[in-house]
């Protein structure tokens, strides 16, 4: 699936969508730029996978929006990500997405507000629930402030941490270990792929500190 094809489809899924649930058209006016960019990045996330060898395929007919990040259901519209390879479906696509932190598993016992966060965008292998920092491929922020500041930059920093240790010399993500090409290497264990994604292009002169600890920033306008 290519770039058009997958801002097609997605503008089918919408379409789809108003006709099953036209109780919902409220809701879809009422979305925010915040929302509609989270679908672009997508589209690009897509089209850098199947440039990267990848077969997408959507599942689902329609698609219900969430009020709010929260857990994986196969029973929800999502993408599955095929082994360029074996073809075997190794990775999934979901949006609006909660994830299990590295340091909640570090501290063990009960789960507090610190234990989970946020991710608008993630590529992984769960399948049901929240997933673990180590089950992500590829974690994708969205930010679609007209202005860019610095602010952004701590707030994933924080996120990275909570994915991944800082290891060197880097190594091949785990999406290029499932076949993907050209490989990704990234100074991060577990190996995931870590993607801010902005409108602003003054973000890009933020890029080089974050690069150390394996998050791309990533200049994409609508």
């Known amino acids: 699936m290519n770039r058009n094809a997958a801002i097609t489809q997605i503008k089918s899924v919408f379409a789809a969508y108003r006709q099953v649930r036209p109780a919902d058209a409220a809701l879809l006016r009422g979305l925010k730029n915040g929302k509609l960019y989270e679908l672009f990045v997508l589209s690009e996330l897509i089209k850098d996978l ?5 077969g997408i395929t959507f599942i689902g007919t329609t698609l219900k929006f969430k009020g709010g990040h929260g857990k994986i259901k196969l ?4 993408f599955e990500v095929s082994n360029p390879q074996s073809k075997s479906t190794d990775w999934r696509i979901f949006v609006d997405i909660e994830f299990e932190t590295l340091g909640h598993q570090h501290n063990g016992g009960p789960c507090d507000k610190s234990c989970r966060h946020e991710l608008d965008v993630v590529v992984t292998k769960a399948t049901i629930g929240y ?4 089950e992500i491929g590829l974690g994708i922020e969205c930010k679609a402030v ?3 500041e610095k602010e952004l930059i701590k707030e994933v920093l924080g996120v990275r941490r909570e994915l991944s240790l800082l290891t060197q010399p880097p ?3 785990s999406l290029t270990t499932s076949g993907g090409v050209p490989p990704t290497f990234v100074p991060a264990n577990p190996p995931s792929e870590f993607w801010l994604a ?7 002169s933020y890029s080089k ?5 394996g998050i791309e920033l990533r200049h994409l306008r609508p």
């Open 146 to 148: 007209a202005h860019f």
């Open 50 to 54: 199947s440039l990267r060898g990848f």
């Open 198 to 204: 902005f409108i602003d292009g003054r973000g890009s």
């Open 209 to 213: 500190s974050p690069s150390a600890f």
């Open 171 to 173: 190594q091949p993500s």
């Open 75 to 78: 029973a929800d519209p999502h």
């Open 131 to 134: 997933p673990l920092y180590s």
